[in-house]
């Protein structure tokens, strides 16, 4: 179910700095605030009364009381926790429940039907999200489709300068402003490839640029708990999208066959 936290974090790009610091509040205290009055919500942010009451217009709900109605029906009670196991099990269940709100499965879908089409496949990421953009290369590739890597500003630029229609680009940032991926998804756009991009926000730099937008959960509110797995809700949807893809017919044939040439390796 898509509740007001999650439309929090998409339309976080949209918000004011003042705003901003309300919804980051609102999302890690979410729990504590279910029956606080606006005038108290203010004082501990630090924030206008009036602040609060454009924020709740921003996210899209008519006032404060709406808006804690809302928050209610999203904050599910939570059984305590008495070890790490239990505690990151509540989290990844979160998480992925988060993200299967945010996408339906008909874009997953085309983007496969995209994925499937496309004469060359290129998958954009830095950091992180470049470990991803490796994991998605190592499967794909091993379904017999065109797949390449960029994980550095030159290397996206010189890919983005050489695309045409017939390619298909895969941008992965769960800030959607990372500056250098932003760039080559603006060329690429220019060259009229099409552009799938992973992302938790739903008006950024890199969605302006995107055909299709496949949304994933942050993990932002949950990195005072200790660390945890940023690409976690990315990896997630890269598994979707391999799923839907292994059932094409063609792609899981060749799938078999680098299972069989691994097998006959170890063999040797």
């Known amino acids: 179910m898509h509740t007001i936290l999650n439309e929090i974090q998409l339309k976080h790009q949209t918000l004011t700095e003042t705003e901003k610091k309300i919804a980051d509040y609102v999302v890690r205290h979410n729990e504590h605030l279910l029956n606080i009055h606006i005038k108290e919500l203010a004082s501990q942010i630090d924030v206008s009364v009036a602040a609060i009451t454009r924020f709740c ?32 099990h509540q989290i990844y269940n979160s998480v992925i429940n988060s993200t299967n709100s945010l996408t339906n499965i008909e874009d997953y879908q085309m983007a496969c039907e995209w994925i499937l089409e496309a004469k060359r496949i290129h998958v954009y990421g830095l950091g992180s999200s470049g470990l991803s953009a490796e994991e998605l290369k190592f499967r794909l590739s091993r379904m017999g489709l065109n797949i390449n890597t960029h994980l550095d500003s030159h290397s996206m630029i010189i890919a983005s300068s050489i695309l045409n229609e017939d390619d298909v680009v895969i941008a992965i940032s769960s800030s959607g402003q990372t500056k250098e991926v932003v760039d080559a998804m603006e060329l690429a756009s220019r060259n009229e490839a099409k552009i799938i991009s992973i992302t938790d926000y739903s008006e950024s ?48 044939k060749t799938y078999q066959q680098t299972l069989q040439a691994l097998d006959e390796y170890k063999k040797i």
């Open 57 to 88: 217009k921003k996210i899209g709900v008519t006032s404060f009381v709406e808006f804690k109605i809302l928050l209610r029906d999203a904050v599910k009670e939570k059984d305590e926790v008495h070890d790490a196991i239990h505690e990151v």
């Open 205 to 252: 730099s890199l969605t302006k640029s995107s055909d299709l937008m496949l949304y994933t959960s942050s993990v932002k509110s949950y990195h005072a708990r200790g660390f945890l797995n940023s690409q976690l809700s990315i990896l997630y949807t890269l598994d979707i999208l391999s799923m839907l893809l292994s059932e094409h017919q063609h792609s899981m």
